[in-house]
Structure formats: structure tokens, C-alpha cells
């Protein structure tokens, strides 16, 4: 299997300038298994030309090649997970060709339907580029657009559109999918005021470029909640919004690796935009000037932190698992952490911004701008747009979800119960909204 991905044509060793970055097309981190093979093969599979590779655990694709190049030895650093290659430098990157290889990766690649659109009043002003093909289908028309590296393919009749969501097509109100049945029959599609829009295996790449604070941040803000309740989820939200890395209380390589580079930093280094932290405790919260509170369902909470503990980030616990004592035990010293730790930020905290993991799902702009505007930030509404386009980032568990599964005993869901209400009230007791409805309906 390997072989055939070490075909990429090395191409030498450029600089990699991140004001002029033009390997930005997807990025990966791996800080303990980066290899050549493995970044060549992750660019090919996003149907990307080049795939570069830099301080021997980074990994950039693209579809041009770096402008400056530099002297061979200076990409020397060593892979992370092979030895004697070499993974480019400190802002240097080695670059492959991986053209030849996305015959192989052709087939995995994914193209998603988005939906039947009314298409905007002037489609040439809306998007940078297009294509007019007799014959056209949807994969000639999301191989033309990944090329140029537009994340949206978009087609009328015979016509082909690449772009971004904008605010003047924004994806918002899709329309019904019978109203483009005949966009791919030129006579009939409603006089072309509909278009079919799919997403292409391209990242939006307007909101993935973050860096640290230039100036040590004044405020010192908490992202607080408890385990399981969407942190990682708000954390790479706000780090897209802002374009600022969030910072830790604790160290995770495993969210390292996946490009929260503020992991690694000292939690009180104030070049975070804000801190995860999951304590609570008079000492720990009285240390933050101000903190945004999210907070989750506890039934869903309680699951996903069990999961997490025995499945890690994104993997689900066995079925043993549950069935086990591990389980119950769990829900008791966790319950009761759950509503403890919003109690105590409620009590401690000296500025807060409470928000529900639920609303935040349901309307994540508005709550996204909320939470921006906390933290003293303004950021256009493209860049919101694609926040919103690459909104789950890679943080949804993945594999068979529990199908129709209840691990609670009616025991369990007395005790919680009563711990939402208690919450519930000294919530609304603050002035903030209480708990969302949804929260106690078993």
C-alpha cells in the first residue's frame, strides 16, 4: 500500500513565508508519527498538486509552488515518525508533487451535495471564477474548482461557478431540490434561477490561518466548562472567527496534533486569546479577569466524557464498557462535578458570558458574534461564513453511534434532575437565562 504513495516527485526545499503561504490548503500536525508518505497521501485524497512538509511534524498542501526556494540543507529537520527523511525545517518546507498519485486517491475523494439554491443576480460578480462546458457534470465541475482551490462548486445548466459562501450567497435558505431538476437540462431549470452547489474536497481556507497574540493580552479569559460539553468544538470556532490560537490549563498532544498549537504554550503566557480550563474552585476561577461559561445537557455531557475517558477524542466506549460498575460510579462523582462546577463560576467569576452548547448548535453566528465581541474582536461576516462552512472541523466522534441506547436507571435521572434544577435557579437567580427546555425531558 505504502509504495504506491512514495511516488510523489520531490520538488526541493522552499521557504515557507506564512504571510505569503501558498501551501495553505489543508493542514495536518502529527507530532509524534509525521511522514512523507502520510502528508503525500492526505494532500492527494484532498485533490491537491503539492503537499509540503515543515519542522518534522507539519504537513500543507496546495496547488502552487512556494515562490522562494532554498538551499537543500536547510530542510533539515528529521521526521517525527521516520527516521533519516527529511520533513522540511523551521520555516522551511520540503515539497512533493502528488498529481500523480490522486488517480488512487480519486475514488475516496468526496464531493458533498449542499443543496438547490436560487442563484444570485449576477453569477460572474458573485464568484471568482467559472467554466462553460457543453457536457458538463459535477465531477468535471469539482475537479475545475479544487484545482483553483475554491471549497464550493457551483452549477447552471452548461455553466460552472467556483467560490466561497458570501454574504450575497450565504447557503442559508436552500430551496426545494425540484426547482434544479432541470439544471443539467438547459431548457427547463426555471430560467436558470436555480443552481446546485456542492462542496468540494478543498478546505475554506479564509479562516485557517491563526497565529498567537502579537501584544501580551490585558484581559485574562477563561473558556470554561465542564468535560464533555464542547470545548475542543468552541475552541477551534473561536480560533477560525479570530484567527488567534486559545490556550490550555492542561497539555493534550492529541489536540496538539490537530492544530491547536496553543496547547503548547504556558497557560498564563497571555498569548492565547483564552484558556480551557474544565476547574472550578474559588482559588482557580478568581486567577481569570473574565471567562465565557458553556454549558451542555449533563446527560450529554456525562456520555461524551465517558466516552472520551475510555474511547479518547473521538471514539466511543464498548458496550462492556457500559455495562460495567466503571459506569454508575461515573455518574455519581460526576453528576454532581457537573452542576458544582457551574455553581461555583457563577459565584466566582468576575465577568461572564454564559453560553449553551445547545444554542450555539442551533444558531452559530449570532452565539459565534457574541462570543467574538466578548473577547473584544471584530471579524467580517465572510470570515463568519466560512467559520460556519468548516464548522465541525475534525471533532465529531467518528464510528456507529449508540443506536436508541439508554445507560441511565431511573436513579440516575433523579439525581440529575435535581442537579438541573438547582442550576437552573441559580442561573436565572444571576439574571442569565436559565437551562434550555430540552434539558429535562426524560
Same mark, same amino acid.
Given at each position: 500500500?505504502?509504495?504506491?504513495?512514495?511516488?510523489?516527485?520531490? =520538488?526541493?526545499?522552499?521557504?515557507?513565508?506564512?504571510?505569503?503561504?501558498?501551501?495553505?490548503?489543508?493542514?495536518?500536525?502529527?507530532?509524534?508519527?509525521?511522514?512523507?508518505s502520510h502528508c503525500q497521501e492526505a494532500c492527494a485524497e484532498r485533490a491537491y498538486t503539492y503537499a509540503g512538509l515543515a519542522y518534522g511534524a507539519e504537513?500543507?498542501?496546495?496547488?502552487?509552488?512556494?515562490? *522562494?526556494?532554498?538551499?537543500?540543507?536547510?530542510?533539515?529537520?528529521?521526521?517525527?515518525?521516520?527516521?533519516?527523511? @527529511?520533513?522540511?525545517?523551521?520555516?522551511?518546507?520540503?515539497?512533493?508533487?502528488?498529481?500523480?498519485? +490522486?488517480?488512487? &486517491? +480519486?475514488?475516496?475523494?468526496?464531493?458533498?451535495? $449542499?443543496?438547490?439554491? $436560487?442563484a444570485p443576480e449576477n453569477l460572474t460578480d458573485t464568484f471568482p471564477a467559472s467554466l462553460i462546458q457543453p457536457n458538463l457534470t459535477v465531477e468535471m465541475c469539482s475537479e475545475f474548482c479544487s484545482k483553483k482551490e475554491f471549497p464550493l462548486a457551483v452549477i447552471r445548466g452548461r455553466e460552472c461557478y467556483c467560490g466561497y459562501p458570501t454574504g450575497r450567497f450565504s447557503l442559508r435558505d436552500s430551496a426545494d431540490g425540484l426547482l434544479c431538476s432541470g439544471t443539467h437540462n438547459t431548457s427547463g431549470a426555471a430560467e436558470g434561477k436555480y443552481c446546485l452547489v456542492y462542496q468540494t474536497p478543498v478546505q475554506d481556507t479564509r479562516c485557517t490561518d491563526r497565529k498567537f497574540?502579537? *501584544?501580551?493580552?490585558?484581559? !485574562?479569559? &477563561?473558556?470554561?466548562?465542564?468535560?464533555? &460539553?464542547?470545548?475542543?468544538? @468552541?475552541?477551534?470556532?473561536?480560533?477560525? @472567527? *479570530?484567527?488567534?490560537?486559545?490556550?490550555?490549563?492542561?497539555?493534550?498532544?492529541?489536540?496538539?496534533?490537530?492544530? !491547536?498549537?496553543?496547547?503548547?504554550?504556558?497557560?498564563?503566557? +497571555?498569548?492565547?486569546?483564552?484558556?480551557?480550563t474544565h476547574e472550578s474552585g474559588k482559588t482557580e476561577i478568581e486567577m481569570f479577569d473574565s471567562a465565557i461559561l458553556l454549558i451542555r445537557n449533563p446527560y450529554?455531557?456525562? =456520555?461524551?466524557?465517558?466516552?472520551?475517558k475510555y474511547a479518547g477524542h473521538l471514539g466511543y466506549a464498548t458496550d462492556r464498557t457500559w455495562k460495567s460498575k466503571e459506569w454508575p460510579d461515573f455518574v455519581t462523582s460526576y453528576a454532581s462535578w457537573w452542576a458544582s462546577h457551574v455553581?461555583?463560576?457563577?459565584k466566582y467569576g468576575k465577568r461572564l458570558?454564559?453560553?449553551?452548547?445547545?444554542?450555539?448548535?442551533?444558531?452559530?453566528?449570532?452565539?459565534?458574534?457574541? =462570543?467574538?465581541? !466578548?473577547?473584544n474582536m471584530t471579524v467580517t461576516e465572510d470570515r463568519l461564513l466560512c467559520v460556519e462552512n468548516n464548522r465541525d472541523g475534525n471533532f465529531k466522534r467518528s464510528g456507529a453511534k449508540q443506536k436508541d441506547f439508554e445507560p441511565f436507571t431511573q436513579e440516575m435521572k433523579d439525581?440529575?434532575? +435535581?442537579?438541573?434544577?438547582?442550576?437552573?435557579? @441559580?442561573?436565572?437567580g444571576r439574571n442569565f437565562t436559565g437551562l434550555p427546555r430540552e434539558y429535562v425531558p426524560r
Amino acid at each position: 500500500m505504502w509504495e504506491r504513495w512514495l511516488r510523489g516527485t520531490y =520538488m526541493g526545499c522552499f521557504s515557507d513565508d506564512s504571510r505569503e503561504r501558498t501551501l495553505k490548503g489543508a493542514v495536518f500536525y502529527d507530532l509524534r508519527k509525521m511522514t512523507v508518505s502520510h502528508c503525500q497521501e492526505a494532500c492527494a485524497e484532498r485533490a491537491y498538486t503539492y503537499a509540503g512538509l515543515a519542522y518534522g511534524a507539519e504537513c500543507y498542501c496546495g496547488n502552487k509552488l512556494p515562490a *522562494t526556494a532554498s538551499k537543500p540543507e536547510e530542510c533539515n529537520s528529521e521526521c517525527k515518525g521516520e527516521k533519516g527523511s @527529511a520533513c522540511g525545517g523551521v520555516n522551511r518546507l520540503s515539497v512533493y508533487r502528488v498529481e500523480e498519485l +490522486r488517480a488512487g &486517491a +480519486r475514488r475516496r475523494r468526496n464531493v458533498i451535495y $449542499r443543496g438547490c439554491f $436560487r442563484a444570485p443576480e449576477n453569477l460572474t460578480d458573485t464568484f471568482p471564477a467559472s467554466l462553460i462546458q457543453p457536457n458538463l457534470t459535477v465531477e468535471m465541475c469539482s475537479e475545475f474548482c479544487s484545482k483553483k482551490e475554491f471549497p464550493l462548486a457551483v452549477i447552471r445548466g452548461r455553466e460552472c461557478y467556483c467560490g466561497y459562501p458570501t454574504g450575497r450567497f450565504s447557503l442559508r435558505d436552500s430551496a426545494d431540490g425540484l426547482l434544479c431538476s432541470g439544471t443539467h437540462n438547459t431548457s427547463g431549470a426555471a430560467e436558470g434561477k436555480y443552481c446546485l452547489v456542492y462542496q468540494t474536497p478543498v478546505q475554506d481556507t479564509r479562516c485557517t490561518d491563526r497565529k498567537f497574540l502579537t *501584544t501580551k493580552s490585558k484581559v !485574562f479569559v &477563561a473558556l470554561s466548562s465542564f468535560p464533555g &460539553a464542547g470545548n475542543t468544538w @468552541a475552541r477551534h470556532l473561536i480560533e477560525h @472567527a *479570530t484567527g488567534y490560537y486559545t490556550g490550555s490549563y492542561y497539555f493534550d498532544g492529541a489536540l496538539y496534533n490537530k492544530g !491547536f498549537k496553543g496547547e503548547k504554550d504556558h497557560w498564563r503566557s +497571555r498569548r492565547t486569546i483564552c484558556v480551557k480550563t474544565h476547574e472550578s474552585g474559588k482559588t482557580e476561577i478568581e486567577m481569570f479577569d473574565s471567562a465565557i461559561l458553556l454549558i451542555r445537557n449533563p446527560y450529554k455531557s456525562l =456520555m461524551a466524557e465517558f466516552n472520551r475517558k475510555y474511547a479518547g477524542h473521538l471514539g466511543y466506549a464498548t458496550d462492556r464498557t457500559w455495562k460495567s460498575k466503571e459506569w454508575p460510579d461515573f455518574v455519581t462523582s460526576y453528576a454532581s462535578w457537573w452542576a458544582s462546577h457551574v455553581l461555583d463560576w457563577l459565584k466566582y467569576g468576575k465577568r461572564l458570558l454564559v453560553v449553551h452548547y445547545e444554542d450555539l448548535k442551533q444558531s452559530l453566528i449570532p452565539k459565534l458574534k457574541e =462570543m467574538v465581541e !466578548f473577547l473584544n474582536m471584530t471579524v467580517t461576516e465572510d470570515r463568519l461564513l466560512c467559520v460556519e462552512n468548516n464548522r465541525d472541523g475534525n471533532f465529531k466522534r467518528s464510528g456507529a453511534k449508540q443506536k436508541d441506547f439508554e445507560p441511565f436507571t431511573q436513579e440516575m435521572k433523579d439525581l440529575i434532575n +435535581r442537579y438541573i434544577l438547582t442550576v437552573d435557579e @441559580a442561573l436565572r437567580g444571576r439574571n442569565f437565562t436559565g437551562l434550555p427546555r430540552e434539558y429535562v425531558p426524560r
